[in-house]
């Protein structure tokens, strides 16, 4: 971008040089007061016609190097939305994740207090049917939300390997129309 921004200097530098000595040219000079000052010669007609052209090109190349640089702002502007919508893609996949995980943390927490709870009922040979309920029904829950932590990270994969399969792709179809 600095090389663009350069070139585009050092070009408006140029335009500046060629239209000050257009400018200088199409003035008439003072002359000294006791010699009137001859015709422009054909010579000094031909670089003026020079110079006019060549500020001409200088333009269509100014012209030219600022469609460029647009054209580059705009698809920096395009990526740099990409990424942003990638980045709250990714953050909301982990943010599920995260939940889940918590979801998964508190189950395994409950189905090992019911589990020490019918331990000790078993140890003491007190059969009690209530607790065998609860364990069945915290290993339950460990279960399912052992399987909505599996999705969540799924979806966490799935949000950070899309953008670069997209990329693959673009880059792969780039090289297939280069060729």
């Not at 599996?150 to 792709?169: C, K, M, S, V």
């Amino acid at each position: 971008m600095t090389d663009i921004d350069a070139l585009h200097s050092r070009i408006g530098t140029a335009l500046e040089r060629i239209s000050r000595g257009v400018e200088a040219l199409d003035r008439p000079q003072a002359a000294p007061e006791a010699a009137p000052e001859p015709e422009a010669p054909a010579a000094d007609t031909g670089e003026i016609a020079r110079l006019t052209e060549a500020l001409e090109e200088e333009r269509l190349a100014n012209a030219q190097l600022e469609e460029r640089v647009r054209g580059i702002r705009d698809k920096q502007e395009r990526q740099v939305a990409e990424l942003r919508e990638q980045v709250a893609a990714s953050r909301e996949a982990l943010s599920q994740l995260d939940a889940e995980l918590g979801r998964l943390r508190r189950a395994n927490d409950q189905l090992r207090a019911t589990n020490e709870e019918l331990t000790g009922a078993l140890a003491e040979q007190i059969g009690e049917p209530h607790l065998v309920n609860k364990a069945m029904l915290a290993e339950l829950e460990s279960i399912r939300a052992a399987r909505a932590a599996d999705l969540a990270e799924n979806a966490a994969l799935i949000a950070a390997l899309e953008p670069l399969l997209t990329e693959a792709e673009d880059r792969r179809q780039t090289e297939e129309e280069g060729a």
